[in-house]
């Protein structure tokens, strides 16, 4: 017996329907970013992503093991066409970020997914640590990061000691501690103790190791220190420490140590000043206070390029960070950035010569 032509419509009005159902998953997917780098602007990225997913219900995961690897997942008012927009985070330093961005290295979620990086932060360039700048598209720079030398303010064997020379700190990153023939007591440094002085350095991932060795022009082996279970000092194996509060707490363990941190995680700590110039973000600003880098956004070009939703989701975040009132008056930013509107002097590379702007 023949289809009823009845039949027929209802059909094809269903195969209609479903036809406009994918179209329109296809228009309203959803979008993921997975941003990887810099830890020294983390409250800066965190608190930007929680702005901009501002037309829906904002929920994070946060890593059980590293508060430095986080998810959220919301929506952008106004933006429907990106359906839910979920953020992933893993910023376990500016160097690892790059290196992974570029070779498309798989790093985890909070959630445990391994995904390729979309963006990088970074405040070290990728030819600061021999990376071609060429597979990436830069985007910024967003902010100016300061770093710092800290001691522990009740450290009263470091007293005396409240400015770095760029000679000293040269022989505080190569001869710290007493595993070199050449080590330095905390005399040479300004205080009265013949004991040795210890250094407390980020790793090989973070920016800020790569920005403080250019900076004060340091190429050779690092002695960084880290503790033992009896809480002794001893030659870090590691190579550095993973965040800046790790560093202050090590400096405090140890005692008679100086560490180096971006300035949003000095803290308590007290920094030293450097080359007679103590750090302040006026300093940075006016070029006096040497010690600081661009922050910048990296993405691929070609392969591991972002979708034009995902870029979309770059640029908002991008244009929140980079917004004047923003970094003039926001609590996450004053006296731990300096913002770029402030500036009065410039460089064009890591740790080069500073010259006033015009």
Do not use: C, H
Not at 5 to 26: C, R
Not at 120 to 139: E, I, M, R, W
Not at 206 to 211: D, G, K, L, P, Q
Not at 343 to 350: E, F, G, I, K, V
């Amino acid at each position: 017996m023949p289809m009823n032509k009845f039949k027929i419509a209802d059909y094809a009005v269903a195969g209609l329907a479903l036809a406009g159902f994918a179209l329109n998953t296809s228009l309203r997917a959803d979008t993921e970013v997975f941003i990887v780098g810099a830890n020294a602007s983390q409250t800066i990225l965190y608190g930007a992503v929680s702005n901009v997913l501002n037309g829906g219900t904002i929920t994070a995961t946060i890593s059980a093991t590293n508060s430095v690897v986080r998810d959220y997942v919301g929506t952008i008012a106004g933006q429907s066409g990106l359906g839910n927009v979920t953020v992933y985070f893993s910023l376990l330093g500016g160097i690892q970020g790059l290196q992974d961005l570029a070779n498309q290295n798989n790093e985890a979620t909070a959630g445990g997914l391994n995904l390729e990086p979309t963006l990088a932060v970074s405040s070290a360039s990728p030819g600061s640590v021999g990376l071609s700048a060429s597979p990436f598209t830069t985007l910024g720079p967003t902010l100016v990061v300061p770093y710092a030398f800290i001691k522990y303010p009740l450290a009263t064997a470091l007293s005396g000691v409240s400015n770095l020379t760029q000679r000293q700190a040269q022989y505080l990153e190569g001869a710290a501690g007493t595993n070199s023939a050449g080590w330095l007591p905390i005399s040479f440094f300004g205080g009265t103790s013949t004991n040795p002085i210890y250094m407390v350095a980020r790793n090989t991932a973070s920016a800020v190791r790569t920005e403080i060795d250019a900076n004060v022009y340091f190429t050779g082996t690092i002695s960084t220190w880290t503790t033992n279970s009896a809480g002794q000092p001893i030659p870090d194996a590691s190579g550095g420490q993973t965040s800046g509060s790790n560093v202050r707490a090590v400096v405090k363990a140890i005692g008679n140590a100086i560490g180096t941190v971006a300035a949003s995680d000095i803290s308590t700590d007290t920094p030293l000043s450097y080359e007679g110039v103590p750090f302040s973000i006026t300093n940075v600003e006016n070029g006096s206070y040497p010690l600081w880098g661009y922050e910048n956004y990296y993405y691929n070009t070609g392969n591991g390029a972002p979708s034009t939703a995902q870029y979309q989701v770059i640029t908002n975040l991008f244009s929140w960070v980079t917004n004047t009132n923003f970094q003039a008056t926001n609590t996450l930013f004053v006296g731990n950035f300096a913002p770029l509107n402030g500036l009065q002097a410039t460089r064009s590379t890591d740790g080069g010569p500073i010259t006033l702007l015009p």
